[in-house]
């Protein structure tokens, strides 16, 4: 038998303690699905102020002195158990940095905070600090998981260091690179030998994510197509020549999805539980205790106008712009009614809201982040828009499809990956489970929600797409599987 591999994943956020996005679902279910098939597994995230009061139990583990920006750092490593946690969470407790209201990126104004160079520097510090063992704790890991930019200093910092762990790092999302100045560069007291185009270097500043590409011994993202997009001009953010030649060690592996929080049968946020063989009454009650929460009629006739609904950060990656123009076709042309869930641009929040009051029967949105709503969404709406540029992996087209709630979707990352247009031939072979649009304009998704509009008003057809999606497993028991290969250097590098 083989020893059971410790590993310590590194993340700037995991739910439910404190999510903005996808990422958070991840490093709650993936640790979670290692941990169940046998990997010994340690979580270490920011102590920010909305996880300590969300926590109960915590012990200090230790004390550490950290370099931040041209200063020397008090900082607590403490434990924590939470219920829905089966291993210890670490927290890098450091009020100055962490002990703030809100979001765990940006202000209150939507800018970022002004010091998070400094702010997640510390944190992969003492990261890099506890995949060492510097407190003595007796656990040293076989891997340190680093996610996203937030924590790719981390294999950057284990770089020289004797015996130190296999470092992976996962890409979550090209878009947002950590980049910083020259300036804070020095401040900070990173190592000049880093300080190069093959290092961090960045046009002129520095990249916290090109660090965690360059130093990682094997770099991976969310999905296959995603990891094939990354090393082209169109999707790399300006990184695609240093993924270029990292392909050897970069791999696309498929986000699974937490079947037990997202699972109609049993959802807690439902107004009723239904499932892929017993979908009605459930579904049509959950579509209408949906309308009724955004103040729309939903009377028996009423309940047959077909619900789109969409649950997203509110940002250009998401294809907000393309939902914005495509809304007058369809308040025009169409009878169709829509619920958005979202927070993010201030410009889109506005448009939203416009509709809202302009169509109150017609249109109904939350601007905020509320857990329960976006179940409600994915149980109620009758399709899921999500028509994204780009898209890592997308959680909300899995939770949708499972939901019976056929996604519209932009062919592009792990959209490509797990929708599968509702063509004849694939809906022949069994396989269709959504719509997927080729041309990224608001005609092209115009074009595929009329192919959706068509499909519904024939319920034998709308059925047999539901059950399909309804019946697909996309839960972790593969992907943790391959993430454990990975660690154990068996698994394949994207082809080149
Ligand atoms: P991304 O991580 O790029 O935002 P994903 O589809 O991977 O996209 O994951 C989004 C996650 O965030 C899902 O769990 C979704 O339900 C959730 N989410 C996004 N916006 C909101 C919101 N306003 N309220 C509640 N949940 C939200
Ligand atoms: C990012 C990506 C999203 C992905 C999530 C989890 O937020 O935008 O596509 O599903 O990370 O990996």
């Not at 914005?324 to 927070?343: C, D, M, Q």
């Amino acid at each position: 038998m083989q020893a059971m591999i410790r590993v310590l994943f590194v993340a700037s956020e995991a739910y439910p303690l404190i999510k903005t996005g996808g990422l958070g679902d991840v490093m709650y279910s993936l640790p979670h699905a290692l941990h169940h098939i046998g990997a010994d597994v340690r979580l270490v995230l920011p102590a920010y102020r909305e996880v300590l009061m969300r926590l109960e139990s915590l012990r200090i583990l230790g004390w550490m002195e950290i370099m931040g920006a041209g200063r020397l750092l008090g900082v607590r490593i403490l434990e924590a158990r939470h219920a829905e946690y089966a291993f210890p969470v670490w927290l890098v407790d450091c009020p100055i940095l962490f002990d703030r209201p809100g979001n765990p990126y940006v202000q209150a104004d939507g800018h970022d905070w002004p010091d998070n160079a400094e702010r997640y520097t510390v944190f992969a510090r003492a990261a890099a600090e506890l995949a060492q063992d510097r407190l003595n704790l007796d656990w040293r890991p076989d891997v340190v998981h680093a996610n996203d930019w937030q924590t790719a200093l981390v294999p950057a910092l284990l770089e020289h260091v004797p015996q130190s762990p296999k470092r992976v790092f996962t890409i979550h999302n090209m878009a947002y690179g950590g980049h910083f100045s020259l300036t804070e560069f020095n401040l900070l007291g990173l190592p000049r030998l880093w300080w190069s185009p093959e290092g961090v270097e960045f046009y002129g500043g520095f990249s916290m994510l090109k660090a965690g590409i360059v130093y990682a011994d094997d770099v991976t993202t969310v999905s296959p197509t995603y990891a094939r997009e990354i090393c082209t001009v169109e999707f790399g953010c300006g990184l695609h020549g240093v993924l270029q030649v990292s392909r050897h060690k970069l791999h696309g592996i498929l986000n699974g999805i937490d079947e037990n929080s997202w699972n109609p049968a049993t959802d807690p946020y439902l107004a009723a539980r239904y499932s892929a063989s017993r979908r009605q009454p459930g579904k049509a009650l959950n579509k209408q205790a949906l309308l009724r929460r955004f103040g729309m009629v939903a009377g028996e006739a009423l309940l047959q106008i077909p619900l789109f609904g969409m649950v997203s950060r509110l940002v250009e990656q998401k294809g907000v712009d393309l939902v914005l123009a495509a809304l007058p076709h369809w308040l025009e042309h169409t009878e169709a009614r829509f619920v958005f869930v979202g927070s993010g641009k201030t410009e889109y929040e506005r448009q939203l809201r416009a509709y809202a009051i302009h169509y109150p029967q017609r249109v109904g949105v939350f601007i905020g982040y509320d857990e329960s709503l976006a179940h409600m969404v994915e149980a109620g709406a009758d399709m899921f828009l999500m028509p994204s540029r780009f898209e890592p992996c997308g959680l909300n087209q899995m939770y949708s499809l499972r939901y019976g709630t056929p996604p519209i979707v932009y062919r592009t990352g792990g959209l490509a990956d797990t929708v599968v247009d509702a063509t004849e031939h694939h809906f022949s072979a069994g396989i269709a489970n959504g719509f997927v649009f080729d041309d990224l304009s608001s005609e092209a998704l115009i074009e595929a929600a009329n192919r959706a509009l068509a499909w519904y008003a024939q319920p034998r057809l709308w059925q047999t797409l539901l059950r399909t999606g309804m019946r697909q497993s996309f839960g972790w028991e593969h992907s943790a599987q391959a993430y454990l290969a990975l660690y154990r250097g068996q698994y394949p590098a994207v082809p080149g």
